[in-house]
């Protein structure tokens, strides 16, 4: 029960990003600050995520050591690492993306 709630909590912030995701990309210079709810709350959870399981094996890198692309590439380097799911390493990505280096 409670996880087919999580993944349907899961299904819909994936609806969200991809229905948001156009209008995120046409910002040229500082993106505006999150304030859509699901994305916060998206944001918060990738936090969580990344703060349990990125620190297994070196310390956590600070998220604004990196800008989005380079956190794409690190995100798809640690994933096989950290034995992440696709859905957690998206969740992971909101939090740094947000907090990335611009
Ligand atoms: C199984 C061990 C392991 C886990 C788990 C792990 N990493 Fe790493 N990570 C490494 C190793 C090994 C390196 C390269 C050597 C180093 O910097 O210590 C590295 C390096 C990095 C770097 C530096 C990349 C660079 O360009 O120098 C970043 C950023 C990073 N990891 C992020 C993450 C994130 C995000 C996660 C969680 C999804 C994660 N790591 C989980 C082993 C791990």
Known sequence: MKFSLKYAFAVVLVIVV?????????TTTTPAPVT????????????????????KCHELHKPGKYNEQQW???????????K???EQKATIFAYL???AKH
């Open 18 to 26: 991809v229905a948001c995701s156009p209008k995120i990309k046409t």
């Open 36 to 55: 859509d709810p699901i994305m916060l709350a998206k944001i918060t959870e990738g936090k969580s995520l990344y703060e349990t399981n990125c620190n």
């Open 72 to 82: 794409t590439k690190n995100l798809n380097w640690m994933a096989p690492k950290a």
């Open 84 to 86: 992440i799911t696709d």
């Open 97 to 99: 993306s947000n907090n």
